[in-house]
């Protein structure tokens, strides 16, 4: 199955406010409320963010939240950081017991 | 403390077949599901496929199907991922990702450490 679809880049100065979205189809995104989100540095293994759409693990900050409308996910970071500056990942249920990765989002904090 | 800790990093050849492996610790191995990612240099993370640690069913990507193999030794904690007909496309860092959660609403709360697995003639 096809990776889901994310935006290459995107940047903003620190304070500000963030959206990285992630889109996918019927069979994924649309169907399940079963998307996480992963932050992932350079060299470093991902680190969950945001499960379940908008839900929050135990330790992670809630300047990150999540949503989801049709087939599209939706990562939000307010109040950006310099240590936000990372690659994100959405991940999602996809039928079949099986899952699929977007293809990632390069975030610069200017 | 959880721990996810994987085997060192391959060399293999063209045609050749690779195992690595995830020794859990920190918590009853049978609990919690495993799932194997991939990720090649400078490129996206890429699902492989997960077992049920407890009962050791599997389920792989079509992209992998009948290439990859996961299979787990509950004695030892730890769990195998086998990936044979290696190509240059294989060059990747492979990771295992315990799966927190109740089927199918699982995330990735801990990751190994990668292993790098470089195909080459």
């Known amino acids: 199955q096809s990776a889901l679809t994310q935006p290459a880049s995107v940047s903003g100065s620190p304070g500000q406010s963030i959206t990285i979205s992630c889109t996918g189809t019927?069979?994924?995104?649309?169907?399940?409320?079963?998307v996480s989100w992963y932050q992932q540095h350079p060299g470093k293994a991902p680190k969950v963010l945001i499960y379940?759409?908008?839900k929050w693990p135990s330790g992670v900050s809630n300047r990150f939240s999540g949503s989801k409308s049709g087939n599209t996910a939706s990562l939000t970071i307010s109040g950006l950081q310099a240590e936000d500056e990372a690659d994100y990942y959405c991940c999602s249920y996809a039928d079949s017991s099986t899952w699929v990765f977007g293809g990632g989002t390069k975030l610069t904090v200017l | 403390q959880v721990q996810l800790v994987q085997s060192g990093a391959e060399v293999k050849k063209p045609g050749a077949s690779v195992k690595v492996s995830c020794k859990a610790s920190?918590?009853?191995?049978?609990?919690?599901?495993m799932h194997w990612v991939r990720q090649a240099p400078g490129q996206r993370l890429e699902w492989m496929g997960w077992m049920n640690t407890a009962n050791g069913n599997t389920k792989y990507s079509q992209r992998f199907q009948g290439r990859v193999t996961i299979t787990r030794d509950t004695s030892a904690s730890t769990a195998y991922m086998e990936l044979s007909s290696l190509t240059s496309e294989d060059t990747a860092v492979y990771y295992c990702?315990?799966?927190?959660?109740?089927?199918?609403?699982?995330?990735?709360?801990?990751w190994g450490q990668g292993t790098l697995v470089t195909v080459s003639s």
């Open positions: 019927s069979s994924d995104v649309g169907s399940y409320n079963l």
């Open positions: 920190g918590y009853t191995f049978t609990t919690y599901s």
């Open positions: 379940e759409v908008s």
């Open positions: 990702a315990r799966a927190r959660g109740i089927w199918p609403s699982y995330y990735f709360d801990y």
